[in-house]
């Protein structure tokens, strides 16, 4: 192993270690939140327990190959391995956007004034939810099938040419007729979740704006330094929605370079790798700093 490898796999490993361990640790603060302690939850958090799982497994199936191949393992995948590992850790990436989306669109609607035309719609939040989970899936795992079907393990460690490569799989020659159609599948779904991710964003800063706002005419110093829970968990969705838009299109933008990129570096594959896992590693502690709820339940346990 170069020192660079080396150095490759130990990030590897932490970044896995601690991502793993963040999410599982607040994914069982919710679970003992809804079993338990009752009084404690909230509508919103099984989107957050939703979202845990989701990021556990895109860390998990992304980071294991990655580390395997930084020490230098070879064939470490056959064909079956590359469809089922990259199968679904792009259904869990898939997934990600999709969550991170309706976060945002359920905050913004339960922080909507009571006048405003989105208040009717607060009485049927908690409906939504489940039934959104199961589309979510069912259009992800219907999207991500042509990986099945073009994906194979790599045994030729020269790859030259257009198409995804990875240490242990790429894509067969075969498969590049219906690339484009694939493309164009995913950049749809992605216009669908992000577009809606990013207005109601906006629309919740522009509602902390005026909030803001209004509350530096309150003369009272007790009651301004007040931070409501839906101001709180207005903020923690924000970054997310903001940490999730930019992690994305920096993988996005080293993805498709790659793709296109006649001559293969394995380094760029390093780089999109550690990109997919910063956001799911990332998240559970923005979730945990601005949660006021996890300090209750971590005493209560």
């Given amino acids: 192993?170069?020192?660079?490898?080396?150095?490759?796999?130990?990030?590897?490993?932490?970044?896995?270690?601690?991502?793993?361990?963040?999410?599982s640790f607040l994914f069982i603060i919710y679970?003992?939140?809804?079993?338990?302690?009752?009084?404690?939850?909230k509508p919103i958090d099984s989107i957050f327990m939703h979202l845990t799982v989701v990021n556990i497994i895109t860390i998990v199936f992304q980071s294991i190959p990655d580390i395997v191949s930084s020490f230098g393992v070879k064939r470490f995948l056959d064909n079956v391995g590359c469809q089922s590992f990259f199968y679904i850790y792009r259904v869990t990436r898939g997934l990600s956007i999709c969550t991170t989306s309706l976060l945002s669109v359920f905050q913004a609607i339960t922080i909507s004034p009571?006048?405003?035309?989105?208040a009717r719609l607060?009485?049927?939040?908690?409906?939504?939810?489940?039934?959104?989970?199961?589309?979510?899936?069912?259009?992800?795992?219907?999207?991500?099938i042509h990986?099945?079907?073009?994906?194979?393990?790599?045994?030729?460690?020269t790859v030259i040419g257009h198409g995804f490569v990875h240490a242990y799989c790429q894509t067969r020659q075969s498969g590049d007729r219906h690339s484009g159609s694939f493309v164009s599948v995913m950049l749809t779904r992605d216009f669908l979740f992000m577009a809606p991710m990013i207005v109601s964003s906006l629309y919740m800063v522009g509602l902390l704006y005026r909030h803001h706002r209004r509350a530096r005419h309150i003369h009272s110093s007790s009651l301004s330094r007040q931070t409501s829970p839906e101001n709180r968990a207005t903020h923690t969705i924000l970054l997310l929605a903001f940490c999730f838009v930019f992690f994305y299109c920096c993988n996005n933008f080293v993805y498709i370079y790659a793709f296109?990129?006649?001559?293969?570096?394995?380094?760029?594959?390093?780089i999109n790798g550690i990109l997919s896992s910063c956001y799911p590693t990332f998240c559970p502690f923005l979730l945990m700093k601005n949660t006021k709820n996890?300090?209750?339940?971590?005493s209560c346990l």
């Fill in 1 to 23: 192993m170069f020192p660079g490898d080396t150095i490759l796999s130990f990030f590897l490993i932490a970044q896995i270690s601690i991502g793993v361990m963040a999410n």
């Fill in 31 to 41: 679970i003992y939140a809804f079993l338990i302690k009752p009084q404690l939850k």
């Fill in 114 to 118: 009571s006048h405003s035309k989105w």
């Fill in 122 to 144: 607060k009485s049927k939040l908690s409906t939504w939810i489940f039934p959104s989970f199961l589309i979510f899936w069912i259009i992800n795992m219907l999207i991500y």
């Fill in 147 to 157: 990986i099945i079907e073009t994906l194979r393990a790599k045994w030729n460690f």
């Fill in 260 to 270: 296109y990129r006649p001559e293969k570096d394995s380094r760029l594959e390093d």
């Fill in 294 to 298: 996890i300090p209750k339940l971590t």
